[in-house]
Each structure stands twice: as C-alpha cells, then as structure tokens.
C-alpha cells in the first residue's frame, strides 16, 4: 500500500513542536537513557497523573523498562542540546551514557538527570507491543521541578544543531525508520485483519 499524501502528513507533524523527553530507566545494576518525544500526558485527573510513551524494541532503554516496569522522565532546559547528543544519538547496548556526569537517584531508584527542568518518576501500568515500539501507560510517582526555563523542543533542536550533528541525526532516523518498517509490517502479518 502506498500513501500519496506521504508529503502531506510530514508537514502535519511539522505544524506542531514537542518537548523532547531524557528517559531514565534501572533494572538492577544496569543503567540506560535516550531521548523521546512520544511522550504524553495521559490523564487529566491530579491525584491520578499519567503518561503514555512509545520506546522502540530495539533500544537499550526498552530492555531496562521491560525488566523493571519503571522509568524516569525528565523535560530538558532549553540550551542543553549536549543532552541530546549524549543521549540521544549513541546507544546503551555499547556504551555507558553517564559516564563523567554526577547522576543522582529519584526517590523511586531512577537515574536523575542533574543538569534537568524537572523530573518525574513513573511506574507502568500496561504496555502494548505495536511492533516496532512498545506503547507504556505509566501511573507518575513522584516529581520535581529543579530549573525554571524553557524548555528544549523539536524545532530548537533543528534550528540549533551543528551541521555534523545534524546529518548524525538525519542518519540514525533514516537507519531507525527502516528498522522500525520491517517491524511495523511483521506485526501486521501475524496479526488477523480487522
Ligand atoms: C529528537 C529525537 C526524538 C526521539 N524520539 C524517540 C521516541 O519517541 N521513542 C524512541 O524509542 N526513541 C526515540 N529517539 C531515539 C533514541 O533516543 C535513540 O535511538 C537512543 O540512542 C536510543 O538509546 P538506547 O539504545 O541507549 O536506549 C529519538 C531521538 C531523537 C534525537
């Protein structure tokens, strides 16, 4: 099946700016971090505060969520693209990404980003297996807000990213977006039609 209005539906993606989210996650002795922007508040209710995030199978962060059931999310300030390139660009399957920062814990044993806006611990409540990602319905925990600013957004980061930076960008989505079909279209194999 092909899309004519494929062009189309990029530019509605452009029509709005999403926060770009540091998740944090532990499972046991093991760390992890990356960089999201599927992320959402999922519930209006205050005493009953929820996100929904989608984190692809294939990251090191999916691992550690899976296994815990638990996970961080921190929004970021504005300037601090270093974040991005730290957390967003490598992978935990190879490297350690805290390495060199002063990591400290949320009350709910949750790598906490110090150089961030605010931090919120979440605990998940269902996850739903979309193929190439998993889909978290999380109940938050607990919360703080460490820095008042702006805070760092999509367009921020295409506007402020270094050329070199950028193409390293440009290249792990296209390589992500590839991974992510195949797995899309093998979910929708196994699965009856509707
Ligand atoms: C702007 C931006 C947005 C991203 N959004 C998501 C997202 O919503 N979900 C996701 O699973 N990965 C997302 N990623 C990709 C991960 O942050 C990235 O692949 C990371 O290196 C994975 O790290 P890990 O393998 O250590 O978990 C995004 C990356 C960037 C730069």
Do not use: N
């Amino acid at each position: 099946m092909t899309y004519p209005s494929i062009d189309a539906i990029e530019e509605i993606f452009h029509l709005y700016d999403p926060p770009l989210w540091l998740v944090t996650a532990r499972a046991g002795e093991r760390r992890g971090s990356l960089i999201a922007t599927s992320v959402v508040r999922a519930s209006i209710v205050a005493e009953r505060p929820r996100m929904l995030i989608a984190i692809a199978r294939q990251h090191h962060t999916w691992g550690l969520i899976e296994s815990s059931g638990r996970f961080a999310l921190h929004l970021l300030p504005a300037d601090d693209l270093e974040a991005v390139w730290r957390f967003g660009l490598a992978t935990g399957h190879r490297t350690d990404k805290f390495a060199g920062l002063a990591i400290r814990e949320t009350p709910d044993g949750q790598p906490l980003y110090p150089g961030a806006a605010s931090w919120m611990d979440c605990r998940v409540e269902w996850g739903m297996d979309t193929g190439d990602r998993s889909v978290y319905l999380a109940e938050i925990v607990g919360g703080g807000l460490m820095l008042e600013t702006p805070v760092l957004t999509v367009a921020a980061l295409l506007r402020e990213a270094p050329p070199d930076r950028k193409a390293e960008l440009d290249r792990l989505y296209a390589r992500d977006r590839e991974i992510d079909a195949a797995a899309i279209l093998a979910w929708r194999r196994e699965r009856p039609p509707r």
